[in-house]
């Protein structure tokens, strides 16, 4: 495997390996890799010839009072495992490679409507970050394809939008959420959690499949449903940001007359902010 932590280099290398005929898949990450970040390399390789992970804690994504500083960096580990999987290249940049020496006079991409609320609302900022960063390594890299995880799935309609509006020519690829055998989302926010409060997490995921049930049973009083989840899983001492049944396309809350539905929950268990989703359409 390849390790490069500047662009040129990596642009020397992927132009040849494009020359050579080959399909580039690039699957963008934080690190800390864990099972679900090695669906996505797996899904690259499967969707591509030539497969280069990024590994990049970005900044301008994280809030002032937020984890920055504190996120899990296991580099040693993660090239381990990208190697063992298989991928080609990990690219490995480092704060200045990507933004220069003046982090505040970046030229910012955002994203309106859709990082308006949700995580939008609880991070300001964030969004603009996430899609800055993609966008600049979309253009440093120049895939066919790009992998992301469904886990975040406001972030994935939100880069969807940005490869239509920005005329990216680049296919997206959508990779369902890996779980523990409980059930709780695969996050590598999770490492801060203790044993027990790893047990709890789980709640998250059994609210929204409970959700979930009673919309297909025909219970439509969404205002309702969404309180209750709120109620037993701020009885249950998590934090609740939001629990949200939206429509899955556009994240607009859900109306009566919709088929499509993403129901979003994110809460805050010990030192945790975690996300969850489900998704699901009524049979017509
Ligand atoms: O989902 C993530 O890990 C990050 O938001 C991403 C897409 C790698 C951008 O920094």
Excluded: W
Excluded at 25 to 48: C, F, I, Q, W, Y
Excluded at 224 to 241: K, Y
Excluded at 262 to 278: F, T
């Amino acid at each position: 495997m390849h390790t490069i932590s500047d662009i040129k280099s990596l642009r020397n290398l992927l132009n040849a390996t494009r020359q050579a005929g080959n399909s580039v898949g690039l699957v963008p990450t934080m690190g800390n890799l864990h099972d679900g970040h090695l669906e996505l390399v797996k899904t690259a390789r499967a969707n591509s010839d030539f497969v280069v992970c990024s590994i990049f804690v970005n900044p301008l994504q994280f809030g002032p009072n937020e984890d920055l500083e504190a996120y899990p960096r296991t580099l040693g580990e993660d090239i381990a495992k990208l190697a063992a999987i298989g991928c080609d290249c990990l690219f490995m940049p480092t704060v200045a490679e990507i933004y220069g020496d003046n982090l505040q006079a970046q030229t910012i991409v955002t994203v309106p409507e859709l990082s308006e609320n949700y995580c939008g609302k609880s991070r300001p900022g964030h969004f603009a970050g996430v899609a800055t960063v993609v966008s600049k390594l979309f253009n440093i890299v120049q895939p066919n394809s790009a992998v992301f995880g469904l886990k975040d799935y406001q972030q994935y309609l939100i880069i969807q939008k940005m490869v239509t509006d920005l005329k990216f020519d680049i296919q997206l690829i959508g990779v369902e959420i890996q779980r523990e055998a409980h059930g709780l989302a695969l996050s590598s926010r999770n490492r801060y959690l203790s044993d027990e409060q790893l047990q709890k997490a789980a709640l998250i995921y059994q609210c929204l499949l409970d959700i979930k049930k009673r919309i297909l049973k025909g219970d439509d009083n969404f205002s309702n449903l969404e309180a209750m989840a709120v109620e037993r899983l701020t009885d249950s001492g998590f934090a609740v940001d939001y629990f949200a049944i939206c429509n899955s396309a556009n994240l607009q809350r859900a109306a009566k007359q919709d088929c499509d539905f993403v129901i979003l929950a994110a809460a805050q268990v010990g030192p945790s902010r975690l996300l969850d989703n489900v998704r699901f359409s009524l049979a017509s």
